[in-house]
């Protein structure tokens, strides 16, 4: 069964940081490019970064840009987001997505996404 | 990056069509796709590439672009299909966009 099991959502202040884990199974890892989407309580879904199969493309919204993070460990089948000088506006459920596609070492951005976790919070408050 | 536009809510009765515009200038140029948020719940994916439905979507639901405009029809609604729904599609500098959802209420 293919899964994706998000980890790593805590309470943080304002300034601090977090990584968040997603972890991967029932399919070949490094052949889909991995994003991130999340969606703050009560609003809508908010696409945040993603990273290609292959690792060496990654792109992210205006929104984290230059504050966050995104890398992959193929040897763990493990996405993660590295997220820094957190604020209130970050305060999110942080969803793992995989694309329906096979895009090779495109980031695959016209795929949609079929498989999903169930997400981790993560609170930025003091 | 341009922006994706849906109605914020929607009210149908039980067996009537409900249809979901989500509105872009580049949706001409993209293919949209369309998910299913019930509360508490992660998004599940209903159409793609337009108009494509994956297995396991039941046959109410479809897909239909029109220039700058995509429509997710429901047909013969259920108080199943309660939930929020979003579009997507994607820009030039392959970023991802959603829409900003529509609330569909089930009389």
């Known amino acids: 069964e293919v899964q994706l099991l998000e980890s790593g959502g805590d309470l943080v202040q304002p300034g601090g940081s977090l990584r968040l884990s997603c972890a991967a199974s029932?399919?070949?890892?490094?052949?889909?490019?991995l994003s991130w989407v999340r969606q703050a309580p009560g609003k809508g879904l908010e696409w945040v970064s993603v990273?290609?199969?292959?690792?060496?493309?990654?792109h992210y919204a205006d929104s984290v840009r230059g504050r966050f993070v995104i890398s992959r460990d193929d040897s763990t089948n493990t996405l993660y987001l590295h997220m820094n000088t957190l604020t209130a506006e970050d305060t999110a459920l942080y969803y793992c997505?995989?694309?329906?596609?096979?895009?090779?070492?495109?980031?695959?951005?016209?795929?949609?996404?079929?498989?999903w976790g169930q997400g981790t919070m993560v609170t930025v408050s003091s | 990056s341009y922006e994706l536009t849906q109605p914020p809510s929607l009210s149908v009765s039980p067996g009537q069509t409900a249809r979901i515009t989500c509105s872009g200038d580049?949706?001409?140029?993209?293919?949209s796709s369309w998910y299913q948020q019930r509360p508490g719940q992660a998004p599940v994916l209903v159409i793609y590439?337009?108009?494509e439905r994956p297995s396991g979507i039941p046959e109410r639901f479809s897909g239909s672009p029109s220039g700058t405009t995509v429509t997710l029809t429901i047909s013969g609604v259920q108080a199943e299909d309660e939930a929020d729904y979003y579009c997507?599609?994607?820009?030039?500098?392959?970023?991802?966009?959603f829409g900003g959802g529509t609330k569909l209420t089930v009389l």
């Open positions: 997505a995989r694309p329906l596609d096979l895009c090779g070492s495109s980031t695959c951005s016209t795929s949609p996404f079929d498989v």
């Open positions: 029932g399919f070949t890892f490094s052949n889909y490019a």
């Open positions: 990273m290609s199969g292959s690792g060496k493309v990654a």
């Open positions: 580049a949706l001409p140029k993209r293919f």
């Open positions: 590439r337009d108009t």
């Open positions: 997507q599609s994607s820009d030039n500098n392959d970023i991802v966009l």
